[in-house]
C-alpha cells in the first residue's frame, strides 16, 4: 500500500521544522512520502521547507485557503496514496505514530485510525489543566473498540473509503472531521482508537483564554452545522449545548448591558482581591481543578451561542441567504486569525 502524510499548514514557520523532522522519522523504514499541504503563507514557511526539507524529499503543495475542509479534500485529490496520514503544521509525532497506525489499518472493516494529542511541554496553568483534560479523555476511548468522532489533528485514513464517502465537507466552519469519520462510521467501517499513534501539540489553543475561546466558537458552530445536517443526536456534546442555550443567551445579555456588566466587573475584582492569599495557599492540583471549572463554565456560553448560530446558519442558507452570509462572514474572520496566529 501506498503510504503519505498530508501536513495542513499556514504560517507556522516557528512549529514546522519540528513536525517535519519528527515525521520524517516516524517514516523513515516506511517509504511513506510527505506533503505540505500550505494555505499561501505569509511568514517565509513555503520558503523555509524549501530551503531545509525539499532535499530530503518533503513535497509543497499551495492550497486556497478556504478552509479545513478544503485542505482535506485537497489532499485526498491531489495526493496519490493509499492510507493518507493528516496532522497539522505544529505538531510534533511519535516514533510509532506511522507503524502503529498501520497496524490497525490492515484490518478490512477498519476504514480510519485516530490517536490522542497531548500538549508538548505545557508551562502555563491552563496548558497544565488542558493536557490533563486530554489525558482523561483519551483514557477513557481506551475501553471502546469503535468511536465514530476523530480529529484531524492526529489521523489516518483509507482513501478509497474516503472518497466513497464523499470526503469532507467543505462548506463547514469546522468539525469537518468529526462529520467525515462519523459518515465513515455510518458507511459501516470502523473508526478505531490507537494510544500508540500519538501527536504533541507544539502550541496549544488553550494557552491562552482568547485562543481557547476563539477555538471552542469555531468548533461549536461547526458541530451546530452538522447538528443541522445530521440532527441534533449526531454527537453527545451537541444535546449539553442545546441545554444551556438559554443560560448562554442570558449570559450575554448580561453582559452587553453596561450597568450590570461594570457591577459584575467590580464584584469579580473584589473576589480575586479578598481569594487571592486563599488561592494562594490551595495545593497545585487543587489549583487547576479550580480552575477548569471556571474556564469551562466561561466556554459554555460561547459554545451554547456558537452552535445555536452554525445550526441556524446551516438551516438558513438557502431561504435567508444574505443572513446567512453575514454568521459567514464573521466565523471566517474567526478561522482566518486563529490559522494566522
Not at 169 to 180: G, K, Q, T, V, Y
Not at 232 to 242: G, L, N, S
Not at 318 to 338: C, E, G, S, W
Request: charged content about 20%; glycine content about 6%.
Amino acid at each position: 500500500m501506498k503510504v503519505c502524510v498530508a501536513i495542513i499548514e499556514r504560517n507556522e514557520k516557528h512549529y514546522i521544522e519540528r513536525t517535519l523532522s519528527s515525521i520524517l522519522s516516524a517514516s523513515k523504514h516506511l517509504n511513506a512520502d510527505v506533503y505540505v499541504i500550505d494555505g499561501h503563507s505569509t511568514d517565509g514557511t513555503i520558503e523555509f521547507i524549501r530551503e531545509r526539507f525539499l532535499p530530503l524529499g518533503v513535497k509543497i503543495l499551495l492550497d486556497e485557503n478556504k478552509g479545513l475542509g478544503a485542505a482535506h479534500n485537497f489532499a485526498l485529490c491531489r495526493i496519490p496514496a493509499d492510507i493518507i496520514f493528516f496532522t497539522f503544521g505544529d505538531e510534533y509525532v511519535s516514533n510509532q505514530w506511522i507503524s502503529s497506525a498501520l497496524r490497525r489499518l490492515e484490518d478490512h472493516e477498519v476504514g480510519a485510525v485516530f490517536g490522542p494529542s497531548y500538549i508538548l511541554n505545557s508551562q502555563k496553568l491552563l496548558e497544565k489543566y488542558a493536557d490533563q483534560k486530554l489525558k482523561r479523555y483519551f483514557s477513557s476511548l481506551k475501553l471502546k473498540p469503535h468511536f465514530p468522532y476523530a480529529a484531524a489533528t492526529n489521523l489516518a485514513i483509507k482513501k478509497d473509503i474516503a472518497l466513497k464517502v464523499g470526503g469532507f465537507r467543505d462548506d463547514l466552519i469546522d468539525a469537518d472531521d468529526s462529520e467525515f469519520t462519523f459518515k465513515v462510521s455510518k458507511a459501516g467501517y470502523k473508526v478505531v482508537y490507537e494510544p500508540n499513534m500519538i501527536v504533541y501539540h507544539q502550541k496549544a489553543n488553550e494557552g491562552e483564554l482568547r485562543t481557547l475561546i476563539r477555538a471552542t466558537m469555531l468548533v461549536s458552530f461547526g458541530y451546530g452545522q452538522v447538528a443541522a445536517m445530521h440532527g441534533i443526536k449526531w454527537h453527545p456534546i451537541c444535546p449539553i449545548y442545546a441545554l444551556v442555550l438559554p443560560t448562554s443567551l442570558l449570559w450575554f445579555i448580561l453582559l452587553f448591558m453596561q450597568t450590570l456588566a461594570a457591577i459584575y466587573i467590580a464584584l469579580l475584582v473584589f473576589t480575586i482581591v479578598c481569594n487571592y492569599f486563599a488561592f494562594q495557599a490551595i495545593k497545585y492540583k487543587s489549583k487547576v481543578l479550580l480552575l477548569g471549572i471556571l474556564i469551562e463554565l466561561t466556554k459554555l456560553p460561547f459554545a451554547g451561542i456558537s452552535f445555536l448560530l452554525g445550526y441556524i446558519y446551516q438551516k438558513s442558507r438557502n431561504r435567508f441567504p444574505t443572513f446567512a452570509y453575514i454568521i459567514k462572514k464573521v466565523f471566517d474572520q474567526i478561522r482566518l486569525k486563529r490559522r494566522c496566529n
